[in-house]
């Protein structure tokens, strides 16, 4: 399964969010984007579109075209359209109807700017796309539009917008304004950021709607909202060429003002915004600056030259980089002209505090933090921010404020830190004899899944060990799935089953060592996705020896506490990794951190060169650790488990047992022997039916197949087969083509309890199936009470006490993907006392593969065991070699397929 992947580490634009106050809503946006209508009569809603704002356009839904019945018509207006209407057909779309006998010359035009106007940005239109974004003083939001080239002071504006409300769903709903009162400023333009204000006023605006309505899909009611004519004149002139003017409503907490944008064709494409996400903006705003041109004589400062000119009409002084100041003379210009001027900050005196704005440069401590051209509440990181180092793995620092670190989950190791204080990356262990280092956080690693709780485990190869292995340091992460990702938890019982296994054939094979284990956790200090990545220490309860193999460590701690394997980048980009409840092996490219420890050395045995066919007893073990050589200890050449240069393979046998042995050997067992180097996790698995089986009587499936026989709820009427308390039924499965569509041959069996009694059934069977067990007291489809995934050769067994009555059992493949073909041999017990028992088929070691008793089976239950009605003895993974070895591993109880997928892998990772 490919790993899950995060988005880049960059800022995410998103709609800002910010606290309803005067509302007590607890979060809403600052604005919110609707979707918009084509103008066409077949409806077409558009994406909606990732703006800071609200996207407003005309609606045609459906428009008639013309009168029905006789009915008057008149104008029907929508934005610059107009189309001659009955009242229903126009009003039923949101527009406006003017009344009958109207005609569209009527219809109200598109607002324009005064003639008074000296800049000028009037509203768009509402037929096309417009926008519009939250600047009120409730939402904790303010907006500033910029402007040029005005040659003559403003004594009076006109903007345009709208009144609406925020509703806590997300939708805004049009609301009525009865508090026009508004702060309007004017700030000069510094480095793209609006300077401290030079002009502040709070004014009372007179609203005059349009009857122009702009439609969105997020707007309650489906009539769109109305735009709004705003005019102020200001209780004294404001002189200012260039610069950003800003208008927040000021009015009531449940009302907000939504500054709309100018069409296309004007404006730059700038704003900027404080309380958005983003304080740069790419909507602009509609709004009318009007005064008289010239008139206003002054000082003229070219900042760029650094020249100045006294007695210079404002019209001749308002180009990008000049400065005019209105009845000033250049020797009296404060700041003088072409000055260093900025922002001046004191990071010690805490967040907000210690910073002034227009400061000379000079005038600014040298101690101090100097912006030029830059204001206290725009500079990065503001004012008594403190910064401190962000470390991004061990190779790579900045120094960042904490925000900034964590906003892009790094780990911040607190004010004032410095770089060379980030963790360095975790090492293996002093005496390590076999090295795979973990991989760096820089280079965005993946992590694995590997917890018995899961369903998923992780094999990875080593080779080249030249000594007895006494303990093992790994590293990953202690996350719980949730949703389709991981959230991060407090493993209180760091319990691991660590198992080594003899390479056979490129894979896990036979058993070595395993044992069940506590490691020793340690914080590494290094965090990927607000995790933070651990060091776990695992000391052997007696040393293994292995030169080369696999290993596999596996959680065992809280259920839902997963262990995940972080990544290396050594090793031969092989593992393996095993998907229990999908019964599948995948070969993955990842290697996985690891250190094993010991010593070298310390043991002797056979050393055989099986390319060669050469063979050397009493060997020292670090002299036989090539690619090519196998080393077992305490034998010698005559002794080896399979005779040195024999070519060896899977021999397969029937229902979960296989040898890696040769081919004489094979024979000698009457086992399937599968070739030169083939691996057990390919033995085909054979089901007989035993002497007591009753054959299904159903024909094995084929092309265009049509079940008849015992289909279930699938067909009409619905088919069941009867079957008896006792009976063992034998039958054949498979995936067919049925009218060009892949269908999986269903078989369903109905039973009849005469008492209140308990009803068990095992299935085992060949290929990958889901076995069922349904209520029919409702009729079709039922209600499952028992669906369990079962793997090939592996039998899955299920118990309960039911009450009289019919239940259904239905056995079916688990895919219907590609066609593996049909006659598969399936075989169901049905029994009526007790749980199914049997031996699991796994090679006895330490007693492992007995019988729990109660005592052993509360304590598997510790381990996450769920006891409902229903129990599944399992007898491992996949095959014998894969197994879980506690001190008793026949039963665990409830492990039934997950209804909404299985938990997710894979720790997500940085794309």
Not at 103 to 114: I, K, N, R, T, Y
Not at 756 to 765: C, E, R, S
Request: charged share 15%; with cysteine.
């Amino acid at each position: 399964m490919l790993p899950l992947r995060q988005l880049p580490l960059v800022g995410i634009a998103a709609i800002c969010l910010f606290t309803y106050l005067p509302h007590q809503r607890a979060l809403a946006q600052e604005s919110a984007t609707l979707g918009s209508v084509e103008f066409s009569h077949t409806p077409q809603i558009a994406e909606p579109q990732a703006v800071e704002g609200v996207a407003l356009q005309a609606s045609n839904r459906g428009l008639g075209s013309g009168p029905r019945g006789g009915a008057p018509v008149g104008a029907c207006c929508f934005g610059v359209g107009c189309l001659q209407l009955e009242e229903n057909a126009c009003t039923t779309e949101g527009l406006t109807w003017l009344g009958p006998d109207t005609l569209c010359a009527d219809c109200p035009p598109v607002p324009e700017c005064p003639t008074d106007t000296i800049f000028g940005q009037p509203p768009s239109a509402p037929f096309g796309s417009a926008g519009a974004g939250t600047s009120e003083f409730a939402a904790g939001i303010q907006r500033f539009e910029n402007f040029g080239g005005v040659g003559g002071s403003v004594v009076a504006l006109t903007w345009y917008g709208f009144d609406l409300d925020l509703l806590p769903n997300g939708m805004w709903e049009e609301c009525e304004e009865f508090d026009n009162t508004f702060e309007i400023s004017f700030h000069p333009n510094l480095s793209n950021r609006p300077g401290p204000a030079v002009c502040t006023y709070t004014v009372t605006a007179t609203r005059t709607p349009t009857n122009l309505r702009y439609d969105g899909a997020n707007i309650v009611g489906g009539t769109g909202a109305e735009l709004n004519v705003y005019e102020a004149t200001l209780p004294s002139p404001c002189t200012i060429t260039n610069g950003f003017v800003s208008i927040v409503g000021f009015g009531s907490s449940s009302c907000w003002f939504l500054w709309t944008d100018p069409p296309g064709t004007l404006g730059d494409d700038f704003s900027v915004c404080v309380g958005c996400t983003d304080v740069a903006q790419s909507l602009d705003h509609a709004v009318c600056l009007q005064g008289t041109l010239g008139g206003v004589t002054g000082a003229c400062c070219d900042e760029a030259t650094q020249t100045c000119t006294n007695d210079v009409d404002i019209l001749d002084c308002r180009s990008s980089g000049q400065r005019f100041v209105a009845n000033m003379m250049c020797e009296n210009l404060n700041p003088p002209c072409g000055a260093e001027v900025g922002a001046c900050c004191d990071d010690s005196q805490g967040l907000g505090a210690g910073c002034l704005d227009g400061v000379l440069k000079a005038d600014c401590d040298p101690s101090l933090r100097f912006e030029i051209d830059q204001a206290c509440q725009f500079i990065d990181p503001l004012c008594g921010e403190p910064t401190g180092a962000c470390c991004f793995g061990a190779a790579d620092c900045f120094i960042l404020t904490q925000d900034d670190c964590e906003s892009e989950d790094l780990n911040w190791l607190g004010p004032d830190t410095s770089c060379f204080d980030c963790p360095p990356l975790p090492e293996c262990a002093p005496g390590t004899i076999f090295t795979q280092q973990v991989a760096d956080i820089i280079f965005e690693p993946s992590a694995f899944t590997s917890e018995a709780g899961s369903g998923f485990q992780i094999f990875e190869n080593f080779s080249g060990v030249p000594g007895p292995i006494t303990s093992l340091r790994f590293f990953g992460f202690d996350l719980q799935p949730m949703g389709n990702g991981f959230i991060e938890c407090v493993e209180s019982d760091p319990s691991f089953l660590v198992t080594f296994y003899a390479d056979e054939a490129g894979a896990p094979g036979t058993v070595l060592c395993q044992h069940s284990v506590v490691a020793t956790r340690t914080a590494t200090g290094f965090t990927l996705l607000n995790a933070e990545l651990n060091t776990y220490d695992v000391v052997l309860p007696e040393p293994c020896i292995a030169t080369q193999g696999w290993v596999s460590v596996l959680g065992f701690g809280i259920p839902n506490c997963y262990f995940l394997w972080i990544e290396s980048p050594d090793g031969d980009n092989r593992s393996i990794q095993v998907i229990d409840q999908l019964g599948q092996t995948f070969i993955n490219s990842n290697d996985f951190a690891l250190c094993l420890n010991g010593f070298i050395g310390g043991a002797t045995g056979a050393c055989c060169d099986d390319a060669t066919g050469t063979c050397e007893s009493n060997v020292s073990i670090e002299n036989c650790v090539g690619t090519n050589q196998r080393f077992e200890p305490g034998a010698t050449c005559a002794t080896l488990s399979a005779a040195c240069g024999q070519p060896r393979g899977a021999c397969c046998f029937d229902v979960l047992e296989c040898l890696f042995i040769d081919e004489d050997g094979c024979d000698e067992l009457n086992g399937n022997w599968l070739g030169t180097d083939a691996p057990c996790l390919t033995c085909p698995c054979v089901i007989p039916c035993p002497d007591n089986g009753v054959p299904e009587n159903e024909l094995p499936c084929f092309t265009n197949y049509e079940d008849m026989v015992n289909r279930g709820c699938s067909t009409a009427p619905p088919t069941f087969s009867p079957v008896s308390l006792g009976q063992t039924i034998c039958g054949t499965t498979g995936i067919y083509s049925l009218n060009g569509q892949n269908v999986g041959d269903e078989d369903w069996f109905e039973v009849t309890l005469a008492n209140f009694d308990q009803l068990g059934v095992q299935l085992i069977a060949e290929g990958t199936m889901v076995l069922s067990v349904v209520d029919s007291s409702i009729g079709c489809p039922g209600v499952t009470v028992f669906e369990e995934l079962v793997r090939p050769c592996e039998p899955v067994s299920f118990s309960g006490f039911f009450s009289a009555g019919t239940y259904w059992i239905g056995v079916q493949p688990a895919g219907v993907g590609e066609l593996p073909g049909c006659g598969r041999a399936v075989h169901v017990d049905r029994r009526r006392a007790g749980v199914v028992r049997w031996r699991c088929a796994i090679r006895q070691r330490s007693g492992y593969g007995r019988l729990c008793d109660d005592a052993e089976r509360l304590r598997l239950d510790g381990h996450g065991v769920d006891l409902r009605p229903r129990s599944r003895r399992r007898c491992g993974y996949r095959r014998r070699e894969y197994h879980y070895a506690v001190d008793c591993v026949a039963v665990s109880v409830g492990m039934a397929l997950p209804h909404s997928g299985h938990a997710p892998d894979s720790l997500p990772v940085r794309s």
